[in-house]
């Protein structure tokens, strides 16, 4: 026991012995050595003091644009500047999918990017894989007088939507009917009735499975699609009501056809704001981010609306221009309207032989022309991916609402419109 005590006594003496010679070698050095040296070693430890400092601004400068952003987008005020950095796409890299007999009516992206939805006037719904351009699923259209017994919609399909978790696939027909599917198979799971005319509108609450849709027999229904219940309806409109849309609140907005009106429904409050401006039928209406949302209508106007003020912060009259002799001139629709999330891009369709995109500005209060994308035909849907990378355009000969006009030389497809941004700018979104 004492001879282990001498040791370990002997090894802290050495050990510190070895400190102490150290530092004193190092101070012979640092006095012998040449001031020249001893000046570049104090300018290396500043230089790599100042970059070290810079980087950590540069960190925090980063850290306080994400929590600002964070704020924003909870105050549902978010408006990222892309617009400006998305450049016109080559029309020969635009890829064109077929697989609908007739127009398609509506379409949606999956939350991941990687599959398209797309339903049509022939009743069928397709699942696409976005990389492949491949037809992974196909529910063909249902025999009449059978809808108990299989599944597939007998009437046109006007609408859908998918949970924001990509479990839930929802489609309304001119049936009454919605259907809702399991997204990952296509499997049916089980329909929900109680609309009293065509089913025109259907949207997913962002977080939940809380279904809401817009009929044209001028209601909005709420479901519990994971419950497969019925909540409760809310009536407001005067006319049928074409399009639909939510966010993460638990609100709705539409757009209410010939009223005249769009409006917001506050579902826990049971009450409605009610928002006045275009002059023709309003058609179709996406939110922007939870204050902010775009509208295009038959009399050819496009519409910037925010939740605080009843009038448009911005109207483009005219947007895709018009048609017809000089005597008769009409503008063109707006069939369908999308704007990439929180940020400043939007879209817009007609059957112009275009879609446009646009740039809102500052606060919302003015729409300017970006560029056109050649396309032919009836633009019945338009979508942003979530990565705001591609848009995808569902097209028809015919508008999807009726049969108005007949455009022969358009094919019913789906148009994936890769959108490229300058060389040097990263993807905020």
């Not at 070895?18 to 500043?46: G, M, Y």
């Amino acid at each position: 026991m004492l001879q282990g005590r001498i040791t370990a006594s002997v090894g802290l003496n050495v050990a510190k012995l070895q400190d102490e010679v150290c530092r004193h070698l190092a101070s012979i050095l640092v006095d012998n050595a040449p001031a020249k040296w001893l000046q570049q070693q104090d300018l290396t430890f500043l230089v790599g003091e100042e970059e070290r400092a810079e980087e950590e601004a540069f960190e925090d400068g980063l850290v306080a644009e994400r929590l600002k952003e964070d704020v924003l987008e909870q105050k549902g005020r978010l408006q990222r500047p892309v617009a400006k950095d998305v450049q016109p796409p080559d029309p020969d890299i635009i890829r064109v999918l077929r697989g609908h007999q007739q127009p398609i009516t509506c379409l949606v992206i999956s939350p991941d990017d990687k599959f398209i939805f797309s339903a049509a006037k022939d009743c069928s719904i397709i699942k696409w894989e976005v990389e492949s351009g491949k037809r992974l699923c196909v529910v063909p259209r249902g025999k009449k007088g059978t809808e108990e017994q299989q599944a597939g919609h007998t009437a046109h399909i006007l609408c859908m939507a998918i949970s924001s978790d990509g479990k839930y696939l929802a489609t309304g027909d001119r049936n009454k009917l919605i259907m809702i599917w399991e997204a990952a198979t296509c499997k049916h799971l089980y329909k929900f009735t109680g609309h009293r005319d065509a089913v025109s509108g259907l949207s997913f609450q962002k977080g939940t499975h809380q279904l809401y849709s817009a009929s044209h027999d001028r209601s909005v229904k709420v479901w519990n699609v994971a419950e497969n219940a019925y909540i409760e309806t809310l009536f407001g409109h005067q006319d049928v009501i074409t399009g639909l849309d939510s966010l993460s609140r638990e609100c709705c907005v539409t757009s209410g056809g010939r009223d005249g009106t769009v409006r917001i429904w506050k579902i826990p409050e049971e009450s409605q704001l009610v928002f006045y401006g275009h002059q023709g039928s309003i058609d179709c209406i996406q939110l922007i981010n939870e204050e902010h949302m775009v509208s295009g209508a038959d009399d050819g106007s496009v519409a910037l609306w925010g939740l605080t003020k009843k009038k448009p912060l911005a109207v483009v009259r005219q947007a895709h221009g018009t048609h017809g002799s000089h005597s008769l001139q009409q503008p063109y629709w707006i069939s369908a309207v999308a704007a990439l999330l929180n940020s400043d891009l939007v879209a817009t369709g007609s059957h112009s032989a275009n879609v446009k995109l646009w740039k809102s500005g500052e606060g919302f209060r003015k729409l300017e022309p970006l560029f056109d994308i050649p396309v032919v035909g009836f633009v019945n849907s338009l979508k942003f991916s979530a990565a705001g990378d591609f848009l995808v355009a569902g097209l028809g000969q015919e508008h999807r609402l009726g049969r108005w006009w007949r455009i022969k030389e358009a094919k019913n497809s789906i148009c994936i419109i890769p959108l490229k941004r300058k060389a040097g700018v990263a993807d905020s979104s």
